[in-house]
């Protein structure tokens, strides 16, 4: 399965920052590396993580890592199991 590529940037969030999503890519690295997840299923979450981003025009700063959680959820569960 081929990888759509989105047109990610960051200029129109207010809080979302290209460090911080370095930040929030680098915590779901470690979560992956903790529990042992599949390298596919680190893509994949960053490739959701990107994909709303790409789709919302704002989003909190607390709200995040609760997105974070969510896609290594959702990319979990298609590629884990």
Do not use: P
Not at 9 to 15: D, G, N, S, V
Not at 33 to 48: A, D, G, K, M, Y
């Amino acid at each position: 399965m081929k990888a759509k590529l989105f047109n990610f940037t960051l200029f129109h969030h207010l809080e979302v920052k290209d460090w911080k999503r370095s930040i929030l890519i680098d915590w779901c690295m470690e979560v992956c590396s903790e529990f042992l997840l599949q390298r596919r299923t680190f893509h994949l979450s960053v490739n959701i993580i990107d994909m709303y981003l790409s789709q919302t025009l704002s989003i909190k700063e607390g709200d995040l890592q609760l997105l974070a959680v969510t896609s290594l959820y959702m990319a979990s569960k298609y590629e884990e199991i």
